[in-house]
């Protein structure tokens, strides 16, 4: 039988990677980046908020692409793959929708401010991801689970771009927008702290769903092991311990 | 052995065959259709107490119109596939030497012509119990509004039914999943109906909508002929 390792590869050099870049990332933001004029210091949550909504939805876009890869090769990792990614993204998303808010009432005065399509249309995509799990699970059959999960993905991940030009379209009519807000004006310093920190909250993303992948295989091959320990036949195990009980009772693990 | 009917009948054959089978059996149980006109009327009624007015145009017109004919599609969608599940006649329709698209196709189909259905009572009762400077300057742009619509509707819609048909708590998960899935499409037929029903006719921008509409009926067909051969596998 083949046995993946268990931890996944490289994953001490990349969670180091990730605690120095993103503390690089927010030093910068603090100590390097100019202090924005009508704002002042509460613009700063933009290094996390704007990197983190970059990442959140290119996870989901990621998730989409993995479970194209799923059907097409009927590999059940590249579903657990796609489930990890949308799951961190949905996580992600949270904190987007938090620190938007925060970022909303401190700046505009407002908790949610409608005529931002950016904001609206994160608000969107992330209401239909919330029904991933809702789905994934209410489906028993674990081969099946898989496959509807994935399609779920994939019909999503077309979503995300058609919903952002709906939304974009709807707000163009009162407000014509000249640049995107994270665009182009940004002093140099700034946006080099904003690389930083986009590329912290990407490696963040990257190690997190390597941790869990790994965890999930861990234990996937722990119940392997349990079941092939309850498959041994008796009489092999009762010439190095007779007296103990032949490990741990039959049931289904249900651990994840 | 072999098929009494001779060769397998192609994917449109095959769906014409499920579409006429589903037409019949609304026509004679009469179950779907009738229960989404007479939501949209009532929602109707509700709006009238909930909004607190009489008579009701341009945008707010515009936006109950739309949201009612989306919530009543959320029932046709969930009775969708009702029938097969009741009968457990799935299983016998996935044994058929049949594509599995022509199983989308046809309850895509079916999904339409009920939407269409429902508007013919719905948008009138609509013009009869609401609007105020009448339905008939909506027209004829109205029409492809309706349904570009309503082919939206119908291919996210039989998508949804089909990734739901498995699910346990399926009732919840469709309007879940339908709803965030129709925004843009919500965005649209909403933003190009309201200077339909708007006393002083507004500024039109009636292409700009159809073309994204066409846009999304066209990704989302593509998609759901994609992927939805996974979902009744086995």
Redesign the interface.
């Known amino acids: 039988m083949r046995s993946r390792p268990l931890y996944g590869k490289g994953l001490r050099t990349l969670s180091i990677a990730t605690a120095v870049t993103l503390a690089a990332g927010f030093g910068l933001a603090f100590f390097y980046a100019p202090l924005e004029a009508d704002q002042g210091v509460i613009q700063k949550i933009f290094y996390v908020h704007v990197p983190m909504a970059i990442v959140a939805l290119c996870g989901f876009v990621a998730g989409g692409l993995m479970a194209i890869q799923h059907?097409r090769t009927n590999d059940r990792a590249w579903d657990m793959r796609s489930y990890v990614a949308i799951h961190l993204s949905i996580v992600l998303g949270v904190g987007v929708l938090v620190t938007g808010s925060i970022w909303g009432k401190a700046s505009w005065g407002h908790w949610w401010q409608w005529d931002e399509p950016v904001l609206v249309s994160f608000l969107?995509?992330f209401?239909?991801y919330?029904?991933y799990q809702?789905?994934r699970f209410?489906?028993?059959?674990p081969e099946?689970q898989a496959?509807?999960a994935?399609?779920?993905a994939?019909?999503?991940g077309?979503?995300v771009p058609?919903?952002f030009?709906?939304?974009r379209?709807?707000q163009q009519?009162i407000h014509p927008r000249v640049l995107s807000e994270t665009g182009g004006s940004m002093p140099g310093e700034m946006r080099l702290a904003f690389l930083v920190c986009t590329v912290g909250v990407a490696l963040l993303f990257v190690t997190l769903w390597k941790l869990e992948l790994s965890s999930k295989n861990a234990s996937e091959q722990l119940k392997r092991l349990r079941r092939r320990l309850e498959d041994t036949p008796l009489e092999a195990a009762a010439g190095a311990s007779a007296a103990r009980p032949p490990v741990v009772p039959a049931r289904p693990t249900g651990g994840d | 052995m072999s098929a009494p009917g001779g060769a397998p009948p192609g994917v449109f054959g095959a769906a014409s065959a499920i579409l006429r089978k589903d037409l019949r059996i609304e026509l004679r149980t009469r179950e779907s259709v009738p229960a989404m006109a007479l939501f949209s009327v009532g929602a109707f009624v509700l709006f009238h107490f909930g909004l607190h007015r009489d008579t009701i145009q341009g945008d707010l017109a515009s936006g109950v119109l739309w949201v009612t004919l989306l919530f009543a599609s959320v029932l046709g969608v969930n009775r969708l596939f009702a029938g097969e599940r009741e009968g457990g006649a799935l299983d016998g329709l996935l044994l058929a030497p049949i594509d599995r698209t022509a199983v989308y196709v046809a309850k895509a189909s079916a999904l339409f012509l009920y939407l269409v259905l429902l508007e013919l009572v719905a948008v009138p009762a609509f013009a009869a119990l609401m609007l105020e400077p009448g339905i008939g300057g909506a027209f004829p742009e109205l029409v492809p509004i309706l349904l570009l619509a309503d082919l939206g509707l119908a291919v996210v819609g039989a998508l949804v039914a089909g990734l739901a048909a498995e699910a346990r708590s399926r009732d919840l998960i469709v309007p879940l999943l339908l709803l965030p899935l129709l925004v843009p499409l919500l965005i649209a037929a909403a933003r190009a109906t309201e200077p339909l029903l708007a006393s002083p006719a507004g500024p039109q921008d009636l292409a700009k909508w159809l073309g994204f509409m066409a846009l999304y009926d066209t990704v989302f067909l593509l998609v759901a002929v994609a992927v939805f051969d996974f979902l009744l596998e086995d």
């Open positions: 059907l969107v995509v209401l239909l919330c029904c809702p789905l209410s489906i028993s059959d099946r496959r509807y994935s399609v779920f994939i019909a999503a077309a979503f058609i919903n030009a709906a939304v379209m709807a009519e």
